[in-house]
């Protein structure tokens, strides 16, 4: 099955330790997405990539950090840095076309709490 | 920001009836796109409509999109239990080749048995 994944899906933090989040598509997409969403919230967007190594902050990039080395896996790394990184993560797939890009395909979500 | 707004924030209605919901945004886009989120899931997308277009269906989905008011809708009919989720509207920017979309905060669709 073609598709998106993440895990885990919960993740529990202590304060001061940094946690990575998982993200893997079969699509054969080259753009790749990190979203953080509050209760209540829309979606903000951390980073995104368009190509394998090659990445770019979002409008929420403090206290994260992201990786493509591959094209299949875009990991979310949560630093200590990120002072209320309680929130539910998701990952994202597109494929670029004429005009644009086409519709995001979106994971199940990773639920990160911080104790 | 060009971050799309979704009115109204909250919506419940009864079984069988229409639910719209409205987006606004700020700037000129290449498309506009529909999706749902059930509580605790991933978001699905629903439709896209290019800013060429001025309405599509899908099902029991129906979108328009005024690019004069910068504004869209989302009209599902003869909503079900099932439609129960948040619906989110989120723009492409004209201009854009980096294909991130702005999200707004969402409506919260209840319907109700």
């Known amino acids: 099955d073609g598709g998106i994944t993440q895990s885990p899906k919960y993740l529990f933090r202590k304060e001061g330790q940094n946690v990575t989040l998982s993200c893997e598509q079969n699509l054969n997409h080259d753009a790749m997405y990190w979203y953080r969403q509050d209760p209540g919230q829309g979606l903000r967007l951390i980073y995104y990539s368009q190509i394998v190594n090659d990445f770019q902050k979002g409008d929420i990039a403090e206290g994260y950090s992201v990786s493509r080395e591959k094209k299949e896996s875009f990991p979310l790394t949560v630093t200590s840095a990120q002072k209320n990184p309680t929130a539910f993560y998701l990952c994202a797939s597109s494929t670029r076309a004429s005009g644009g890009y086409n519709e995001q395909f979106f994971g199940p979500g990773t639920r990160l709490t911080v104790l | 920001s060009q971050q799309g707004e979704e009115d109204p924030q909250a919506l419940s209605i009864q079984e069988g009836e229409n639910a719209t919901m409205n987006c606004s945004y700020k700037?000129?886009?290449?498309?506009l796109q529909w999706y749902r989120q059930n509580s605790g899931r991933g978001l699905v997308h629903l439709i896209l409509i290019r800013s060429n277009e001025r309405e599509k269906h899908s099902g029991r989905l129906r979108v328009t999109l005024d690019t004069s008011k910068k504004s869209s809708s989302l009209l599902i009919t003869a909503s079900r239990a099932a439609d129960t989720a948040s619906y989110f509207c989120a723009t492409d920017v004209r201009g854009s080749t980096l294909g991130r979309l702005y999200f707004g905060r969402g409506t919260q669709l209840t319907v109700w048995p």
């Open positions: 700037t000129s886009i290449n498309n």
